[in-house]
């Protein structure tokens, strides 16, 4: 009778329930019996994890990260500048990343989770705050939020795999590599001038070093990426998402300083020359590539490889270009008549040349191929450094603007007859 009985209860309990043990306790989060491992994200098979409301909540900060990037571009628009700009765009960028690898195995619904994320969050404001002065008065607090994140996500994160021993003593041996970047952060936080950036590049060059070197660390040895159990299209998807906050900050560019300027003809076609490069950029990343690259790791037999190349690195190029052709259409549509004077030539140039050159690389990464269409655009981007001393904003944008738009058509060309065949 009792057998009877826990038979009849069993088969009363929802199928979801019995089925994954993960879904019950996330929906008793505050239980304090829940088991450890339950912290990993349920992986449903026939799909991917979707992005949560949490982790679209913490990408807000990041909004304002891209906004002070690009805002310290404009006002520094020096070889110094470039330089400088370039490393605290290395440096939000790995910050970011480097918390949604977290998130692709840890479950942001649950309870401890949201609280480091929301943590990260708090600290990520003192560091996009310092943005700024980070090179002036604020150096050192920007060194120490930028080292809290990384640490102490890190270290989160082992003790939260501390029931899966192999990604525990990866994020073990990610935490030694933050500790002694950590040390050259807040040294350069400390010094000044040539100092600190000879410091932070020394800094960001062994952060990025350690993913392609498996965080070896001594006594543990490394990780081999084919190890990695990554969930391809959730990252895919994350970072479609923050080439989407890189996107949005170029449009607030255009649209504020449009909006504070007589709209003659000449300033109201600056404003659509640009719009059309950002519609441009959107097009070729989403139409085709951001879906077919999220199928492409999906069904990887070495995600991990994949993943770490095409989106850890790869994908920081087009977000790049993203952010200095915001720049570039801001001093456009500001100055679109005369000669293009050597910033506003570099940036309108160069903002699409970073991105075609990250999506040519990324492709690569993703599907094994060079695609034609981006290398004939790099080649038509080059073409026009020497013209450009000889022609105005206005026309360089929109020269740029159109090379964009010939790679959209062959996208279209390529890629449209596939997706209605599969249809």
């Not at 009985?5 to 306790?25: E, G, Q, V």
């Not at 020096?78 to 690898?101: D, K």
């Not at 994020?171 to 010094?191: D, E, K, N, P």
């Not at 895919?236 to 989407?244: H, P």
Request: with cysteine; net charge positive.
């Amino acid at each position: 009778m009792k057998t009877k009985a826990r038979r009849t209860i069993k088969r009363s309990i929802p199928i979801h329930f019995r089925l994954s043990p993960f879904r019950l306790a996330t929906r008793h989060e505050g239980n304090a019996d829940m088991p450890r491992r339950q912290m990993l994200r349920d992986r449903a098979e026939g799909g991917h994890a979707r992005v949560t409301y949490v982790e679209l909540f913490f990408d807000l900060v990041f909004v304002f990260a891209v906004t002070q990037l690009s805002h310290g571009l404009m006002a520094h628009p020096t070889l110094l500048g470039v330089a400088q700009t370039g490393l605290l765009l290395m440096a939000v960028w790995w910050a970011w990343i480097f918390t949604a690898w977290v998130t692709n195995w840890l479950d942001p619904e649950l309870r401890p989770v949201q609280v480091m994320l929301f943590v990260v969050m708090v600290v990520g404001m003192v560091m996009t705050m310092s943005i700024p002065e980070a090179f002036g008065d604020r150096g050192l607090i920007f060194a120490l939020a930028f080292v809290a994140i990384q640490l102490g996500r890190s270290v989160f994160t082992a003790w939260a795999m501390r029931d899966h021993p192999f990604q525990s003593r990866n994020f073990i041996r990610i935490s030694a590599w933050f500790a002694a970047s950590g040390v050259l952060w807040i040294s350069g936080g400390l010094a000044e001038g040539g100092a600190r950036l000879a410091l932070w590049g020394g800094a960001i060059a062994l952060e990025y070093l350690s993913p392609a070197l498996g965080f070896w660390t001594p006594g543990m040895g490394r990780a081999r990426a084919e190890e990695w159990d990554v969930e391809g299209g959730h990252l895919a998807e994350r970072c479609a998402l923050f080439t989407i906050i890189a996107l949005g900050e170029s449009i607030l560019v255009m649209g504020a300083t449009t909006a504070s300027l007589p709209w003659t003809p000449i300033v109201v076609a600056a404003f659509l020359a640009s719009f059309a490069g950002s519609l441009a950029m959107w097009w070729i990343y989403f139409s085709f590539t951001a879906e077919a690259a999220s199928e492409a790791i999906s069904h990887a037999k070495d995600p991990g490889r994949v993943a770490r190349v095409a989106y850890t690195y790869t994908h920081l190029l087009p977000i790049a270009g993203i952010i200095v052709t915001a720049v570039a259409d801001e001093w456009t549509i500001h100055h679109p008549l005369g000669h293009a004077d050597l910033k506003t030539a570099a940036a309108l140039i160069g903002g699409p040349f970073l991105f075609v050159l990250g999506g040519l690389l990324f492709k690569r990464a993703v599907f094994r191929l060079w695609a034609p269409a981006q290398v004939v655009a790099l080649l038509a981007l080059a073409a026009l450094i020497p013209v450009s001393p000889m022609i105005s904003p206005l026309v360089l944008s929109i020269a740029t603007t159109v090379v964009l738009l010939g790679v959209c058509v062959r996208e279209a060309l390529v890629h449209g007859p596939r997706r209605a065949r599969a249809a």
